[in-house]
């Protein structure tokens, strides 16, 4: 995770702005206007889909959870003012959220289940955490060839995004009631165009 580490400060990029947004847009589509939401932001990084996200719909509590400290940082600098909101530094794939923490209406997750070792694992805690209507959503990269990260072991990837099969057997096994998928976005990156799929998980 060093690379994460070093990268927290100038992580906010445009094209990284822009990508959060898109895929904020996409999760907005599938909530209600006039409902406030316990949001839970999983591999959170400074929070850019966070904070897209509460521009769109109403978020009464906000939890950031990420492994990496110098990106929680960035995180709660971000929402240093906005009540109820508040950065984890934990490996959800070793360590377990705080019961404290009560029950979230939205899990949402952008970019991060290529760094799990374990994705149906944490899938599967990450429902335990939702209230009895939630909902996880999922954006990760379709699967590729391995050309999207130059270096990844460096980059701690241990996936080469996921497939359709992939994410619907993660449905199964987790025991949700459904998935569907939506392209959310395209990466353009060493001359290649890489779709990102939003997966939407209901109990």
């Given amino acids: 995770m060093n690379h994460f580490k070093e990268a927290a400060k100038t992580w906010d990029t445009p094209q990284k702005k822009d990508r959060n947004l898109a895929i904020a847009q996409s999760i907005a589509s599938h909530l209600k206007n006039d409902q406030s939401y316990k949001l839970m932001d999983f591999g959170c990084g400074t929070g850019l889909l966070a904070e897209a996200l509460r521009k769109l719909v109403s978020i009464e509590k906000l939890v950031g959870v990420d492994p990496v400290e110098e990106m929680i940082q960035e995180f709660s600098a971000k929402f240093k003012d906005v009540p109820d909101a508040e950065g984890l530094s934990l490996n959800i794939e070793t360590e377990e959220l705080p019961g404290t923490q009560g029950e979230f209406d939205l899990v949402v997750s952008a970019m991060a289940f290529h760094h799990l070792q374990g ?8 429902k335990n955490h939702l209230s009895c209507d939630g ?61 990102v799929i939003m997966s939407v998980y209901s109990v």
């Fill in 119 to 126: 994705p149906l694992v944490v899938l599967k805690k990450l």
């Fill in 135 to 195: 909902k996880i959503f999922v954006v990760d990269l379709d699967q590729e060839d391995g050309s999207f990260h130059l270096e990844p072991q460096k980059m701690g990837v241990h996936h080469f995004g996921f497939s359709k099969e992939d994410r619907d057997l993660w449905c199964e096994k987790a025991g949700f009631k459904t998935v569907t998928h939506e392209a959310v976005f395209e990466i353009s990156k060493n001359d290649r165009v890489y779709p």
